[in-house]
């Protein structure tokens, strides 16, 4: 049984343990989950601060009914706010927003088939916590499918991005598995000299990105995208595309008497997003359009959207990747943990990520440039291991083909983004079915309503230019 809280007088302690455990909102929810999961599917899918928004409350019976009608103003269903500081309470608050349809506590505390002994353990195994057990979960993930070179670079990439608060103890007990390539080519070598060459090789790797082992804190800000160069027969096509594309920003083409320019016809596509998708991408299992193409956007929240119906019919079984987000210092103001989580920021992963095999992502942080790892590197997901260890293949560019191990890493915004300081941990990815991408004009398609007849306004602020 979980621990719960108690509420009494002094003097009153005993007979608060001996009574009956109190009939709550919550405990109601799970009782309304169990008697109804037969006819009422749809309410296991809510959550438990959502469920006021489809179901009342009787007070008199203690007890959930579904609503017969929607109220025009809708129902707020809010948990009280609580920090770690309040124990394992806390994490019960994390669980009921992520799992739904839980029947017991014990519902709640299962993840993946087995039975945590506490909230803050299941949300540690659910990926929620940001604690140093996931860089050693990380490494016990890659051990199991992974060779002894890459082990070596996972841990590198620890070292580098996620300061861990121990790395000797980290590193302890997965030497062995990072020497077996040694070993096996030098049986004669004692264990001691294999560990000193283990450490030798992850040394070499620190200094490459200009660190040493006493100094792998250091976080990379330079942009290290690489542009490549055209190909000769493609500069006269792209100055003609690129001259045009000038006339369109500085408002140089003709318009109409309503102020919309006349695309050309090459240039458009009038269809709905299902028929844009099919028109970008055709088959979905194609690797090689995964790698090479990509719908534009012009805002954000379009990106977002966009992205979210693809990766939805992408063919294959999605992993769910949750974040950790927290607030940074015990001096602040706590921050509810679903506002963090809600929080969606250029340049960071979402909390809720979803990943399927095969669909490309766009990488967010610079982790190894020698190895084609830049921020805006396009990769092909290859499986998700354990939650904690992304497995992909690098899409395009010199390392087309070649695959990475990505653990999470603790990301933060900048720092005069928001009122408080915030840090979220998460593979640091985004779907990349959608983003900035421009290659030969003949690849390139305006999308516009069907109707629209080619035209569209061309909004230009001379005033700025």
Known sequence: MPS???????????????????HTQLTAWMTYNRASAGEDA??????????PLKYGWDAGHKRWHRRRNMQAAP?????????????????????????PGATTFTDLRTVDG????????????????????????????AV???????????????????????????????????????????????????????????????QRAGKTMEDFVHRLRENMRARLAQEENQQAELEEFSTWLLQLGNGELPTDAEGRVTLPPALVLEAELPAVIDWTFGNL???????????????????????????DIFPGRAVEC?????????????VPQEYLNGLCVPGLPPH??????????????????????????????VAVHGGRLLEATVACGSAAGRRVLIPRLTLQPPDDAFPFEWRRRQFPVRPAFVFVLVGRWRDLRFVLPPGSGGRTANVVYRDVL
């Not at 809280?5 to 109190?22: N, S, T, Y």
């Not at 749809?42 to 469920?51: A, I, K, N, Q």
């Not at 070993?183 to 264990?191: F, K």
């Open 352 to 381: 809720h990520l979803l990943l399927k095999p095969g669909m490309p992502v766009i990488l967010l942080r610079n982790i190894d440039p020698a190895r084609g790892l830049c921020n805006g590197t396009r990769l092909l997901v």
């Open 144 to 206: 199991r499918t992974q060779r002894p070179g890459q082990l070596k670079q996972l841990f590198v990439v620890l070292l580098l991005f996620c300061a861990p608060a121990d790395p000797v103890t980290l590193l302890h007990p997965f030497q062995a598995a990072m020497g077996e390539d040694i070993a096996r080519r030098h049986p004669e070598l004692p264990p001691q000299t294999v560990t000193g060459l283990v450490l030798l090789r992850i040394s070499d790797s620190l």
């Open 322 to 334: 949750l974040s950790a987000d927290a607030t940074v210092g015990e001096e602040q103001e706590p």
């Open 75 to 99: 129902t707020i269903g809010r948990v009280v706010s609580l920090t770690p500081r309040h124990g394992d309470v806390f994490y019960l608050r994390v669980l009921l927003h992520h799992v």
């Open 285 to 311: 299992t194609d690797a090689d359009s995964m790698a090479s193409r990509a719908v534009l956007a012009p805002t954000y929240s379009t990106v977002n959207s966009v992205n979210s119906y693809v990766t």
């Open 4 to 22: 719960r809280l108690i509420f009494f007088q002094p003097g009153e302690e005993r007979q608060a343990v001996a009574g009956e455990p109190r």
């Open 114 to 141: 087995q039975v945590c002994d506490t909230h803050q353990e299941a949300c540690r195994r659910r990926g929620l916590l940001q604690d140093d057990q996931e860089w050693a979960e990380t490494l016990a993930e």
């Open 42 to 51: 749809e309410g296991l899918r809510v959550l438990y601060p959502d469920f």
